[in-house]
């Protein structure tokens, strides 16, 4: 026992790093390659560390049952993990997560039962239990060989506590991150121990601020406003990026629809628009909720729930959430009926199939279209007959073969998604209606690195590529023509900063609802609307005033159709 504590550590060293490494199924942001073996180790150190304070120097009698109970217990938790990990990644192409757990505990006995019984045969029972003990003792093995080895040689252990250090300082960041940006940088989901921990205290946080918001929803007041005379449509995009739209500059024509509107003047396009946040979830969010941060999400009502107060339907078609047991607000059903008179309940490969399902409805309506747009993998966002662009498009010089591949897809994805804002405004053509397109957050397609996606804005050196996002407003005839001073409003704005956060503000006051929760100067399109305002983007930058800026995107430049 005395020689235990080395070989505890190298074997839970390999446990952890074992186990950690499964996430790379799931495609994790690069860093985690780097960050896991730091953390595996500064995990395995502090349950040596246990270990030791449990058994003492001299282990003997209780110290001594202790520290085996602990060894084993710590084991069997560290097993059943990595297990339940594998089994989710095999199964469902998933880690244990927030959104597993909420699956998890959403499912009644019954559908368990079943569930075990259609999964869990005999076969991979005693499979599983030997490849376990196997495993294991390989790991037990490997820590006592590497121990033995560390006792001749030193420089082992000068590797250990590097090892040690580099998770220290990548959980010192980790820390840094959450206390400034609200944003662990995706660390917590790195190491086993704390994903799981996380997870948990994500669900418990979710359904606590879900429960109050419920309330708060339900007791919100309306006073009566106008009755609804034009049809609001919100285009919830995703991942679209001004530096690949031809709006603001690009020039591959990858928008033959937008750039159309623009010349016939029937789309008014905002230059300077910045979203809060650089993921779906958290930008959802701060849209819905009329609070100033993330911080009052949960003690505001929804801005749907006022429209709905107000009198005006409002209908949900979303290729993105459905309905489910996820505990994430734009899941749960409860809130889903306060907010939505309907809402699709299955997904569509291509935002055209969800789109075609649109049908305007007698009277005037508030339709929000919540698309999967540009989100990666940018291959599957379109159907063949799109691929316009291939990989020789691009400047070779400048970019890898498999980056000019990349960026032809996306730019494939924004051309087929421009054909469904196509499809939104046709239907809408000969109504009095207005279409309101903004992406939930922009993106990175080697922008300024050998990177694409979003999500981590604060590891690039500029922030713009994820933060800036395209917005345009289409109008019809008929609206232009009836109510002029709100075309005036919308084009006079076109040039104003904005912020997304602000978006709730401005659907409030065009669909003239009466409520102490709009805030005019909020709303751009209001007289009193102040531009000056400070954005704040990731809990806690003044994005106006940000370090580093990327080039403006030129506006407005946009390009022929072909
Ligand atoms: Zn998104």
């Known amino acids: 026992m005395k020689e235990v504590p080395g070989v505890f550590f190298w074997q839970f060293f390999l446990l952890n790093l074992f186990s950690d490494y499964v996430i790379l199924g799931v495609n994790p942001p690069q860093t985690a390659f780097y960050f896991i073996p730091g953390l595996a180790a500064i995990t395995a150190w502090v ?42 990644l095999f199964q469902f192409n998933t ?26 045969t005999p076969q991979l029972l005693i499979g599983g239990i030997a490849a376990i003990v196997l495993f294991n003792c390989a790991l037990y093995f490997a820590g006592r060989a590497i121990a033995n080895f560390g006792r001749r040689h030193l420089w082992i252990h000068i590797v250990r506590y590097l090892f040690v250090l580099a998770g220290a300082a990548v959980l010192g960041y980790m820390v840094y991150g959450f206390v400034r940006y609200r944003h662990g940088a995706q660390i917590p989901t790195f190491t086993v121990p704390t994903r799981v921990a996380y997870s948990f205290i994500q669900r418990y946080a979710n359904n606590r601020r879900t429960e109050r918001l419920i309330e708060v929803c339900r007791n919100a ?14 285009v919830l995009g995703e991942s679209y990026s001004v ?41 959802l969010t701060s849209i819905f909720c009329p609070g100033e941060s993330a911080a009052e999400f949960g003690n505001h009502p929804l801005f749907p729930v006022l429209l709905r107060k107000a009198g005006w339907p409002v209908r949900l078609y979303d290729n993105e959430f459905l309905v489910s047991a996820d505990s994430y607000f734009f899941s ?131 922030i713009d590529y994820q933060l800036r996002v395209p917005m345009m407003i289409w109008t019809s005839e008929t609206f232009r023509r009836e109510h002029p001073g709100l075309q005036e409003a919308i084009d006079r704005a076109a040039g104003k900063r904005i912020s997304t956060n602000d ?36 809990n806690s930058i003044d994005f106006d005033r940000r370090a580093v800026k990327a080039p403006e995107p030129t506006f407005p430049a946009p390009v022929a159709a072909k």
């Open 243 to 283: 530096y690949h739209s031809p709006l603001y500059g690009y020039n591959k024509p990858s928008t033959p629809n937008q750039t159309k509107w623009v010349a016939d003047s029937s789309l008014t396009v905002f230059t300077d628009v910045v979203t809060t946040e650089d993921w779906t979830q958290k930008v």
């Open 332 to 462: 749960r059903p409860d809130l889903s009926e306060l907010m939505f008179d309907s809402r699709n309940d299955r997904f569509e490969k291509y935002d055209g199939d969800l789109v075609a399902k649109v049908q305007p409805t007698d009277s005037a309506a508030f339709t929000m279209i919540h698309l999967m747009g540009q989100h990666f993998q940018y291959v599957d966002r379109y159907p063949e007959s799109y691929a316009r662009f291939t990989a020789n498009d691009y400047d070779s010089e400048r970019f890898s073969a498999k980056q000019r591949e990349i960026l032809a897809h996306y730019d494939n994805a924004t051309y087929y998604n421009d054909a469904v804002l196509g499809q939104i405004v046709d239907k809408f053509a000969n109504r009095d209606a207005i279409v309101v397109y903004v992406s939930d957050h922009g993106e990175e397609i080697y922008d300024c690195r050998d990177y694409f996606g979003h999500g981590n804005a604060l590891s690039a050196d500029v």
């Open 221 to 234: 007041q309306v006073e009566k406003g106008r009755t609804p005379d034009f049809d609001i449509v919100f």
């Open 503 to 538: 978006l709730a503000h401005f659907f409030l006051d065009l669909a003239g609802v009466n409520t102490t929760e709009l805030y005019p100067a909020r709303s751009f399109i209001n007289d009193s609307y102040n531009p000056g305002r400070p954005r704040v983007v990731l």
């Open 47 to 88: 349950e040596a560390l246990i270990f030791k304070a449990i058994a003492g120097r001299r282990p003997s009698g209780f110290r001594k049952g202790a520290a085996y109970v602990y060894y084993w217990l710590l084991l069997i938790v560290h097993n059943l993990l990595l297990f339940t990990d594998l089994f989710l």
């Open 95 to 120: 880690v244990f997560s927030q959104q597993s757990l909420d699956l998890i505990l959403g499912t009644n006995p019954k559908e368990a039962e079943e569930f075990l019984v259609a999964y869990l």
